[in-house]
């Protein structure tokens, strides 16, 4: 009875120490922003799967739940969802559904990342490393193929730890995610080998054994990773960018500061018309060349463009416009971007080709679609657009996320090896709190840096900013407020080794980790 009781002591530890380093990792990102935690924070789930426990799903379920259900926690800002004309009961049940599914959707990666760990509890350290980061990266890479993907371990340095966010130029978010990985996996190795040490040694010496014992070589090796990936992230960052008054472009952006409760409703369309159109004669007086808007800054169709103010004063002052509305594809409509030329004509489009789960579609339509009733704003159902789309404008080749976008960096490589020289970013998280929209802004200063972009980024209620090809926020809007704002931003054709080869580094980690285990 008392070794059973002991065992279920033991266990209540461990998983206590997994939801507690989970947690930990959880805050690192908006709205608390302890960016530094996330060096240390996996560390003790590594130790837990490789030393202290045959059965690693638990422990790590629990880890991933914390984290995600923490960073993510915003998601509930979609209750109540009766802007979509949904009801409270199912809209609750949908919130719940929708936080939940993504905490254990992420449970479920880490969980098979400790399978897998497990594996390596009798292999050499340094390739428990090398393959608990490989393995790391792929997951987080099968992930980001997923229509549900937004909580990388890289994000966790955004928008704190610039420096090392530009290692984001050689293989996208991989890097820095593998070097997040790896001193977490090097500070475990370091303890699990003083504890070794100290399983030798008894008593009077257990001081001593502490200072032999943990300042080992696995420490020095995280601390000497850590320092030298921030000199490698420094050097970049310090490299200077060419501002060449050729490739000048001075942008605006509105915010219209729009409920989604009333967006739909004449009150709000009737706002929308009015507080765009003010925006952009204010910014056109200013003499910017193009004023970009939100996503779904007009709720119709552009079909329906040249009935408005807003497309006359265009006409009037000949100055460029990227306006957020829908666009039509047979029976559906696609959530959209346009360039408006100065004679008012629609020039170009972009349409949204990663929409939100259950907020913009419904998947597995024909068992679910009963449940809900109706999540888009209009009677047909919106589709995804085309992965492999290009947005000219007058002055070049743009780089378009929309909203959700942002969290796939993939979608911006293309569109920058394809020639793409700044980046228009159009959002609308007006439906959430200001710890999403601080997270989505996160999102897109990773974005410039791996792509080496001028950002322009234009939201409903918040935070709209401008953002150099360093990552560093020139200006960033109020929360829930009505705002203009016009920058000078600059074009660049510049194409850096991650925007020419994507993430070459998760795959040569594997590879690596596939040999390392071979010649063992």
Known sequence: ???????????????????????????????VGAWFLAWVALAPLWVLVVKYTKNTIPPAFLWAIAYHGVALSWITGIYPMDWLGVPALPALAITLFCWSFISLWGGIL??????????????KPWLRVLVGTGLWCALESLWSASPLWWSSLAYTQSPHNLVILHLG???????????????????????????????????????????????????????????????????IY????DKLSKQALKIGVVQGNIPNKIKLLPEGFNRAITGYTEGYLELANQGVNGVLTPEGALPIYESNFSNTPLVAAIREKAVVAWIGAFGKRGKSYTNSLFTVFGNGEVTSRYDKSKLVPLGEYIPFEQILGALVQRLSPLDEHQVHGSPNQVFDTPFGRAIVGICYESAFPEIFRRQALKGGQFILSSSNDAHYTSAMSDQHHAQDIMRAIETDRWAVRATNTGYSAFVDPHGR??????????????????????????VRWGDWLMPLLLILGFLGWVLL
């Open 110 to 123: 880490v969980s098979i990342w400790a399978v897998l760990m497990v594996r390596l509890d009798k292999q």
């Open 1 to 31: 009875m008392k070794s059973l009781e002991k065992k279920l002591f033991s266990s209540l530890h461990l998983y206590t120490l997994s939801l507690i380093s989970g947690l930990l990792m959880g805050v690192t990102v908006a709205p």
């Open 238 to 241: 310090n490299q200077p960018i």
């Open 473 to 498: 926020t020139l200006w960033k809007s109020g929360y829930n407020t009505y705002e203009t704002h016009a920058e000078t931003i600059y074009r660049r054709q510049t194409q850096t080794l991650y």
């Open 169 to 235: 130029q050689l293989s996208g978010t991989s890097t820095v995610t593998a070097v997040i990985v790896a001193v977490n996996g090097l500070v475990a190795e370091a303890w699990i080998y003083y504890e070794k040490l100290t399983q030798r040694r008894k008593g009077a010496k257990e001081e001593r054994n502490f200072r032999e014992g943990f300042v080992n070589r696995y420490l020095f090796a995280a601390f000497s990773l850590l320092m030298i990936t921030h000199f490698i992230g420094f050097i």
